[in-house]
Structure formats: C-alpha cells, structure tokens
C-alpha cells in the first residue's frame, strides 16, 4: 500500500476480507464478534501497522455535545459561503453551534477533520464529500458521527443527502438560449467526471431532444478548471473556432471570464452572443448575468433538518434523499430585449 498515508479501515478490511463496518464492530465491540472475526482483524491490523481511532468509543461513552460540523471543499466559493451562512442560521435556531472544516479536496485532511469533530464529540456532520463512495462514507462514519451529504445525491441505503436537481437546471438553461436566434449551443463545462457536470450535460442534450435538435448541435469546450481564468479561455476559443454563440457555462465563474473574454474581442453581449451560468454567485461584473438559481439557503437548511431529525430519531430515523430544484433566471445577458 502507498507508504506515504497511514493505512485506515479500508485498509484493514481489504486485508481482512470482511466489510468496514465488521471492522469497526470488532475494534470498538469486540464482544459482539467470533473469536475467528477478531482474528482476522487484528492480524490485518498488525500487518499494516493501524493504529484504531478511539474517538468513536469515546463520542459513544460521553454522548455528543451541541455541536454540528460542516465540512465543505473551500470557502471562497460562494456557493459553499452561501450554504455555510444558512446552515449556521439553522442551528442557531436549533441552539447548536457550527464547526467550519475546509478540505481543500484533500482525503488525508478530510479524515482529520471527521476525527477531529468525533473527538469534540459533535452530535453529527454537513458533509460536502470529496468522493461519495459508499465503502468510504462507511469508513467516516465508523470513526463516530452522522453524516449528511450536501450538493451529493446517494442512495438512502447509504444515508441522508440534500442535492440540486442539475438534469432540470441543464435543461433550463438550454431551453432559454433555444428561444433566441441563432445555431447550436456552446457548453462551457468541466469534466464529465464531475457529476454536476455530467449531469447539466445530460439536461442540455433533454434540451436539444425536446427541440427537434441532436447531441451535433452541441459544441462543448471542456476546461481543466471552472475558474474566471478559463472561461476567457474558452471564449477565445469560441471566437477562433466559430463555435455557436449561444452560451452555457456550467457556473458563473466561468460564465464571469466568457463575457470578459468577449468583450475584449469586441462581441457585445447580448447583442452579439447571449451568456448564461449556473449558480447566482454575483459574479458578473459589467454584465448582469442570466443563470440557474440554486436555492442555497433551502439547502443548508434542509440538511440541517435531516440532521436533527436523525439525531431525534435514531434507529427508527428512514433515510431521505432530497432533491431541490433549480430555477431559471433571466438578466441582461440574455436579454430579448436587446
């Protein structure tokens, strides 16, 4: 295994051959395994060298505090900024407190903050995942606290999640840029490994479908990261290759360096092409900019709720999975005015 980590029950459960949760069972309720299962996993545990969390048995002993995390990917985005500031207005309501964790897309700094809120005995986790594996959430949540996916739709086999409807709000998008003149459709997205992106992607091509149109009259201009930066990029790109000048970029970051990448190759907006992003992030400038509205504050409140209400609940808590949707919102960008 890669020296450079510390093995984690994933680890010890590979090696093993039983599942995570088995894993856990046994280094935190051996009684309630087989002589043969504890075996098992503590060969594994000492071939590997884990050494076992004890902050779960300890969040078990002495009961959970009022104290809820959020962990997010960054802060300075301000879709996270947005969630973060309806979540705290939730569980102020409720008289818990807010932990703010950032991950920074980093697994290792990921599981620190989930040991961290388990030692500090937090009652449960708003969790923006950087991987929503199954056998993963099933590692976080071993080491001692609640879990609610937010922005990640799952399954409600593996739990509770808070998600936006991006299939409807691609659509949206695209369903608006077809009402105005002109010959395909320019996607301005990320990688469709991505699930937000692949899924506004798959709302665009719905779009086209339901016009009589095909997946040929979409150009889609794939960027390596959805930053202001890049969408200037890629509107030169628009520019050089002649590519549709009806426009949707998968967030307002993007769609923020579009329309500065088209005004300095002198297109005028909308004059001359029509913009629209993803997101109401405020993030537009010069231009006001037509979007898809996430319903931010609807989210973190939401999730909130889930959380408390699994807390409340316990083992006759069912798993929901929430689905909000997006709605259209019509600026100057896109204007028909114009």
């Known amino acids: 295994?890669?020296?450079?980590?510390?093995?984690?029950?994933?680890?010890?459960?590979?090696?093993?051959?039983?599942?995570?949760?088995?894993?856990?069972?046994?280094i935190n309720r051996p009684e309630l395994v087989s002589d043969r299962m504890r075996s098992r996993v503590q060969a594994a545990i000492d071939e590997l060298g884990y050494v076992?969390?004890?902050?779960?048995?300890?969040?078990?002993?002495?009961?959970?505090?009022?104290?809820?995390?959020?962990?997010?990917?960054?802060i300075t985005n301000?879709?996270?900024?947005?969630?973060?500031?309806?979540?705290?207005?939730?569980?102020?309501?409720?008289?818990?407190?807010?932990?703010?964790?950032?991950?920074?897309?980093?697994?290792?700094?990921?599981?620190?903050?989930?040991?961290?809120?388990?030692?500090?005995?937090?009652?449960?986790?708003?969790?923006?995942?950087?991987?929503?594996?199954?056998?993963?959430?099933?590692?976080l949540r071993s080491i001692g606290t609640h879990i609610i996916l937010v922005d990640r739709p799952i399954d409600t086999a593996q739990g509770c999640s808070v998600a936006v409807d991006d299939v409807h709000g691609g659509h949206l998008a695209v369903?608006?840029?077809?009402?105005?003149?002109?010959?395909?459709?320019?996607?301005?997205?990320?990688?469709?490994s991505i699930p937000q992106c692949r899924d506004r992607h798959a709302g665009s091509i719905e779009a086209l479908r339901e016009a009589d149109l095909s997946e040929r009259d979409?150009?889609?201009?794939?960027?390596?990261?959805?930053?202001?930066?890049?969408?200037?990029a890629a509107a030169e790109r628009i520019l050089a290759t002649g590519a549709p000048r009806r426009i949707f970029c998968i967030n307002d970051q993007l769609a923020t360096g579009v329309l500065e990448g088209l005004s300095r190759g002198g297109v005028s907006v909308p004059r001359d092409a029509r913009v629209i992003?993803?997101?109401?992030l405020g993030l537009d400038g010069r231009h006001a900019l037509s979007t898809i509205g996430q319903p931010k504050e609807a989210m973190g409140e939401h999730a909130v709720e889930l959380l408390l209400d699994e807390l409340t609940d316990g083992a006759n808590h069912a798993h929901s999975a929430e689905i909000i949707r997006p709605h259209l919102i019509v600026r100057e960008s896109t204007s028909p005015r114009h």
Do not use: W
């Open 218 to 232: 979409l150009v889609e201009i794939t960027v390596d990261e959805m930053t202001v930066d890049a969408g200037i």
């Open 1 to 26: 295994m890669d020296t450079e980590r510390q093995p984690d029950q994933i680890d010890v459960a590979r090696l093993a051959g039983v599942s995570v949760g088995s894993v856990s069972t046994a």
């Open 78 to 139: 301000a879709f996270y900024a947005a969630i973060a500031d309806a979540v705290v207005n939730a569980a102020d309501k409720h008289n818990y407190a807010v932990s703010l964790c950032v991950t920074h897309e980093d697994p290792a700094r990921e599981r620190r903050h989930f040991e961290m809120l388990a030692q500090q005995r937090a009652a449960g986790a708003l969790v923006v995942p950087i991987n929503p594996e199954a056998e993963r959430l099933a590692m």
């Open 277 to 280: 992003g993803y997101g109401d």
């Open 52 to 74: 076992p969390n004890r902050s779960a048995a300890t969040l078990r002993r002495g009961g959970a505090s009022r104290v809820l995390g959020l962990i997010v990917p960054e």
């Open 175 to 192: 369903r608006h840029l077809l009402s105005s003149p002109g010959d395909g459709i320019t996607l301005v997205n990320g990688e469709r």
